[in-house]
């Protein structure tokens, strides 16, 4: 006997098969002769009890089916729980799954595990995406760091809570004669405990010597293989014991699942299918609690405490102050690129102070970039120091196994916001200096020479110019940017066509398949990270609006879509007396950051999505990038005194969605990129309206 619902669009069917060996389910497609999935019932509804927790499946027992006008309805004793699950499609074609776990016993039910697993069977090039936390294993991610992978080995995986998760969901895609994939989505709930602490369900996967699970089970966890140990910081794991669930009696436990599969259009590109679906089943609304010029004179009172002059002509906004309230770790200085962000705000500077009148803003900002341009040279031309101690009154440079080194990330950023400087005051009709144009050719020189035997940037430069490192990452990609950015200034034809070469290796090795994703973008973090996708897209999109080349608009489309990967689509409770809770804080529209730092930031390209959604009519860039500007007016300090801070417009450096540090809290480390993003976007945005 077979029990079939069709999707609205007659274009999918979930089938139950009265079989010999018990139900079996089945999930296909139009026109695909072979189910995308199909499993035994009683091999998918796992549960146990005692620690540690167990997939075990012993089936379902007494089973009764029910088939209703698109609805089809199994239940069934699983030991002494009565399970219930509805299966039906929606409006989006997406098959939801709402399972409920009863205890109908006469007894108490302690320390329960409960879940629903989806095995497939090893084929070729399998890839896992779990968002914000796992991309085809992590490949890039440093063997001698901890940070979430499913393993080699059989039995290893990962299952982490539901909040841990900007989009919650497992994506697996494999090679058939097509790729073909199979999303499980929760529609997080929670359970709050008397003691107001919020719990959640928990996903991930498990992979295998024959197959790879997706799982979603009540709350228990895996990291890496190891039960019942969650990720608490870099490099730190520590026991979890609040995943297991008490069924009182009569009690009962809903989940609401969703479930998409399909075909994606390239070989490791079935994660865009998450993002795709997401926004559609999760119709996320973020806050919006400060305006633009409620921003914008916020952040501008953080610039403006951050400026400091001194000896030598040295000029620029430090890195660190005290407006935490607290003695800065480091002395006073400034750093270019990277956490500093020096130019960026002397651009910002300058910008408010053409549009104000100010004439003083602007020439903070000559001095700050007259400063670098002339002091921070070395002997090699094209490299350049990083950091200004100000007490001292020495330059000083990033380290990379314990030898000074160039960072390409560091230096990329600050010879594109140089440019920008440059095409601002251009534009404005200031002058000038000839000084300025020079630096940007002598570094553009350099960086046509600069390049590895593969055709990308090192992650790092030693001071004489030669590659600290030959590993491939997407580390460099700000220094492509740079080089198209001075093509605008320069219209030095060399640069642009060096770029779009490199632009060429760039998406073989990363974007094409995503063998390889995007990785290493930060000095602190050595693993695969939204800022590597981050320049990759904003790289397309410069040359995009170049060239207006359709390929670059492709590519600007793929990094966007692997980017919102990290975006949060749903906002989760927090503990009672959390910060979070108190100020109503919502996650929606925020980034994490990477693999290894699981928290949220304010580092991501509001403005340029906004922009590239405009320019080609996909609205939900556009939207989005709306979205996340608003969400980061959250957690700045409006007063002296709010979220720890003693000046108005700071904001702290990482806002802690998950149990990866003080979950519920920011914490007060406030490097000036923080100020430099927001009001970066932010101004830029400004100018949009009207």
Known sequence: MLYTIVSRNQKRRAEIAVTQEGLQLMLRSEGDPSPFFTERLNDMLSYSTGRPWRMDTPGLRDVQVSDETGLLRISGFLEALYVTMCLTFDEQDLLRMQVSWENRSDHFIREAAVGILFALPKRSREKVTIPHLIYNNNPSSDPNRIVPRLGVEPGLGFICEEHRLPIPCVNVEWEEEETRFLSLFSIPDFVESEDGVVHYGSLGAIQEESRITAVALSGVLMFNGEKDTYFIAKNTTQSYTDGYTDFEQGRTLTKMYALDWGVADRPGHAFREIVRKSDKLFTPVGKSPLSLDEMIRLKTNAMDDRYRSGEQGAAGYIKFTDSNGTVPKHPLHYMYGWTGQCL???????????????????????????????????????????????????????????????????????????????????????????????????????????????????????????????????????????????????????????????????????????????????????????????????????????????????????????????????????????????????????????????????????????????????????????????????????????????????????????????????????????????????????????
């Not at 990329?412 to 251009?426: K, N, S, V």
């Not at 957690?635 to 149990?659: D, R």
């Open 344 to 690: 960026k705000l002397a651009w910002c500077d300058a910008k408010l102070g053409i549009e104000n009148g100010q004439e003083e803003r602007v020439l903070n900002c000559r001095r700050a970039v007259d400063f670098y341009v002339s002091q921070s040279r070395t002997d090699v031309p094209g490299v350049r120091h990083s950091l200004f101690r100000l007490n001292e009154g020495v330059w000083d440079d990033f380290y990379w196994n314990k030898e000074p080194v160039v960072s390409s990330r560091a230096y990329g950023e600050t010879i594109a916001d140089l440019a920008e400087i440059t095409l601002l005051f251009r534009e404005n009709g200031l002058e000038v200096p000839l000084s300025w144009i020079e630096a940007l050719r002598e570094s553009a020189d350099f960086l046509t020479g600069g390049a590895l035997l593969t055709g990308i940037y090192p992650s790092s430069w030693r001071m004489d110019g030669t590659p600290a490192d030959d590993m491939i990452t997407a580390a460099g990609i700000p220094c492509l940017i740079a080089l198209v950015k001075a093509y605008w200034i320069t219209q030095e034809s060399n640069y642009l066509e060096f770029a779009e070469r490199m632009m060429q290796h760039y998406y073989e090795l990363h974007v094409e398949t995503f063998e390889r994703p995007f990785a290493r973008s930060t000095l602190d973090a050595k693993c695969e990270d939204k800022e590597a996708g981050m320049y990759f897209f904003l790289a397309a999109y410069e040359l995009f609006l170049l060239t207006r080349d359709e390929r670059y608009q492709e590519w600007a489309e793929i990094a966007a879509d692997w980017l919102l990967t990290f975006v949060y689509v749903w906002n989760p409770a927090y503990n009672q007396g959390s910060a979070f809770r108190n100020t109503d804080f919502s996650a929606v529209g925020w980034p994490g950051v990477s693999v290894q730092n699981h928290h949220l930031d304010v580092f991501f390209p509001t403005y340029e999505f906004w922009k590239f959604g405009r320019l080609t009519g996909k609205e939900q860039y556009e939207r989005w990038g709306r979205v996340s500007l608003e969400a980061m007016g959250q957690g700045i300090c409006t007063k002296p005194g709010e979220w720890g801070f003693t000046v108005a417009g700071e904001q702290g450096e990482g806002f802690f969605q998950t149990y990866w540090n003080h979950r519920g809290h920011s914490n007060k480390w406030n490097p000036s990129w923080v100020i430099a993003l927001v009001l970066h976007n932010a101004l830029r945005f400004r100018d949009t309206q009207g």
